[in-house]
């Protein structure tokens, strides 16, 4: 009695479909990511050589040209910045935490050391959002 089965299984597998997918996601990923625009205030940042990444960015801070300050996009007071800051950060050790300006690059100086200032008293770590030079 013969009680060998005829079909045989093969155990390699082909990766070919694996990696046919796997690219066809990767080109979608990157097409629609570039369709993606940011919503943000216009404003003008400096161009400079390098950009530092920020790790625990909390809170962005916008400055405009006309001299608007912005948190997340709301638009606030000068006076009512440290308040907000103190607010948006978290409640236990706010030196871990980091705060991003975006300011324009044709506010005076003063003005932008006015935000640094401030927010050194609040003793957090500021960074400035910048464009790479081309």
């Given amino acids: 009695m013969n009680l060998k089965s005829r079909h045989q299984v093969d155990p390699t597998f082909n990766m070919s479909s694996m990696t046919d997918i796997v690219f066809l996601l990767l080109i979608f990923f990157m097409l629609t990511s570039s369709f993606v625009t940011p919503t943000s205030l216009p404003v003008n940042v ?72 401030l927010l050194k008293e609040l003793k957090v770590k500021v960074s400035f959002e910048v464009k790479p030079q081309d």
Avoid: C
């Fill in 46 to 117: 400096p161009k400079v050589n390098d950009s530092v990444i920020t790790q625990n960015e909390k809170v962005k801070i916008i400055v405009t040209k006309d001299l608007k300050y912005y948190i997340d996009e709301e638009e606030i007071q000068f006076v009512d910045l440290r308040s907000k800051v103190r607010e948006k950060l978290s409640k236990g050790d706010i030196s871990k935490d980091a705060v991003v300006i975006k300011a324009d690059e044709d506010i005076r100086l003063g003005d932008g050391l006015k935000v640094v200032g």
